[in-house]
């Protein structure tokens, strides 16, 4: 996937690369650094069709490593720095992970981890690794096409599980995929602001597709609202990626920082994670500009619809059709496919070589797929009569109270609204009658006080916007609600606690 890096290399070698704000690389320093890292890790018996893991925060070595493990056939797991020694090890295991590599700030983490795990080699950015890469020498290997990149499910119930990104997975020639990328707005002219955590599928696919395409690369350290603002301007940026939860912290900047900033070479923003609230959509739109584009997807498959904002304009809260290689089929509890406007399970059936396939797993394999080749992520959703996908829920996020269907994300959405309310997230507790009785767990924006008086005030302003059933009977509050690096909220977290004695609880 990484043949782009040697044609640009040779067609420009002194071309901005890749840049994190405090180191930089050029086209062909770039390439060169990758050289390098293919023989660093031929020298710890690291070949085509191995494995490595990658625990680094955002910045310019993690390129380098991601992309020369690329180019030398090696498989690659971007891992979630903030999980434990026990978590990381389960990945090293699982993944088959030959070597770790990670920077400083989580290098305890790390060789702990690889200790747990059996794996033979950890190599510390900023220590072993900076002199190994000194010393390596930068001529061209022969590149490899087989490497894939491995990512891990959410893990909504147990263990996270592992799978092969599909457009990887499936061969794609590499000039092929160059060429898609250039016309999705991925070529020469592009300039990629990383916001996100690049151990994230979405993140790390478009800085994937940036560097592939022979553009600009900017690495955010970690997101601050403004800085975000300031390196559009700086560095005349055209296209980023956030998630829902970027978008409601940026629209809240005082209006005289955010009308600061000229923001006018942005093309195209792509939003990924949870759902975006249509009245945040509609605001971005108003002071972006008709840019964002939203899209549904997962790390198993990538993309699978979009919508650009025009189109979004005209269907609120949809995120658009599905792209060419997928279909898309609504099914109820009764496994019947339903007509517009009804809700069901949402299944995919893929019109190219694309699957899910959880590795190791077949048991949790066969329960996506409803047929070979149509699968499900288990989400509830309806098509409109021009077929807009719309999404309602996670099937497993479903609150269902006396028998009525209630969805958090339409609550959470509400809520939001609220000028008291920085963070939301709406979720079922047992009920000995009802079932399922709605539970909020709010995080409060500065200068409001968590309390009774604010919990009445919330609810009360609720029972105006919303009918009397999916209000929520109580509020928690929170300092801070935990999402996953992707904007999705960790719901589980917050639910668990209230279900850990009931019967059911095993499968929540």
């Not at 959509?281 to 972006?288: C, F, G, H």
């Not at 949402?346 to 996506?368: C, H, Q, R, S």
Request: charged letters at 20%; a negative charge.
């Amino acid at each position: 996937m990484a043949q782009g890096i040697i044609d640009y290399a040779r067609s420009d070698p002194a071309a901005l690369s890749v840049s994190d704000g405090l180191s930089s690389l050029t086209r062909g320093e770039l390439n060169e650094q990758c050289n390098r890292m293919i023989h660093v890790l031929r020298a710890h018996g690291v070949g085509e069709g191995d494995t490595i893991s990658i625990m680094v925060g955002n910045c310019t070595e993690f390129v380098v490593v991601l992309m020369g493990a690329s180019l030398g056939g090696v498989s690659h797991v971007a891992v979630n720095w903030h999980l434990s020694v026990d978590e990381v090890a389960y990945v090293l295991e699982s993944s088959g992970s030959k070597l770790l590599v990670v920077d400083a700030a989580h290098a305890e983490v790390g060789r702990a981890a690889v200790a747990q795990a059996g794996v033979s080699t950890v190599l510390e950015l900023g220590g072993p690794l900076e002199a190994l890469l000194a010393s390596a020498s930068g001529s061209e290997p022969e590149p490899s096409t087989t490497a894939s990149a491995i990512y891990y499910t959410s893990g909504t119930t147990g263990r996270p599980k592992a799978t092969r990104m599909a457009e990887m997975r499936n061969g794609i020639p590499v000039e092929d995929l160059i060429r898609s990328v250039t016309a999705n707005n991925y070529g020469e002219e592009n300039i990629h602001l990383a916001v996100g955590p690049l151990y994230h599928g979405g993140p790390l696919l478009q800085v994937v597709r940036a560097v592939m395409g022979g553009g600009q690369l900017h690495v955010m350290r970690r997101f601050v609202e403004e800085e975000v603002l300031r390196l559009i301007e700086q560095h005349r940026v055209t296209n980023t990626l956030l998630v829902p939860t970027h978008c409601v912290r940026l629209l809240r900047l005082p209006e005289d920082v955010r009308s600061r900033y000229d923001l006018s070479s942005v093309r195209q923003v792509f939003h990924i994670g949870s759902m975006m609230p249509v009245d945040v959509k509609r605001a971005m739109i108003e002071w972006w500009g008709p840019v964002l584009v939203d899209a549904y997807g997962c790390s198993e498959l990538g993309m699978i619809t979009s919508i650009s904002s025009e189109e979004w304009l005209r269907k609120p809260g949809s995120v658009g059709r599905p792209a060419a290689w997928f279909t898309l089929q609504i099914v109820n509890e009764l496994d019947q496919e339903v007509g517009p406007g009804e809700v069901g399970t949402i299944y995919i059936t893929a019109l190219n070589d694309a699957d899910i396939v959880y590795l190791g797993d077949p048991e949790k394999t066969a329960a996506a797929h409803r047929k070979p080749k149509q699968f499900t992520l288990n989400d509830l959703g309806y098509l409109d009569e021009d077929g807009f996908l719309f999404l309602v829920d996670r099937r497993v996020d479903l609150i269902i109270s006396g028998g009525v269907n209630i969805y958090p994300a339409e609550i959470e959405a509400a809520m939001l609204a609220h000028d008291a309310v920085d963070d939301v997230g709406v979720f079922a507790i047992p009920h000995p009658e009802w079932g399922h009785e709605v539970k909020a767990a709010v995080q409060v924006r500065p200068g409001r006080v968590a309390g009774p008086e604010l919990e009445a005030e919330i609810l009360r302003w609720l029972r105006d916007h919303l009918a009397h059933y999916k209000v929520p009977k109580s509020i928690d509050f929170h300092e801070q609600l935990p999402r996953y690096p992707s904007g999705k909220l960790y719901r589980r977290a917050l639910r668990d606690p209230y279900w850990k004695n009931e019967p059911t609880a095993a499968s929540r």
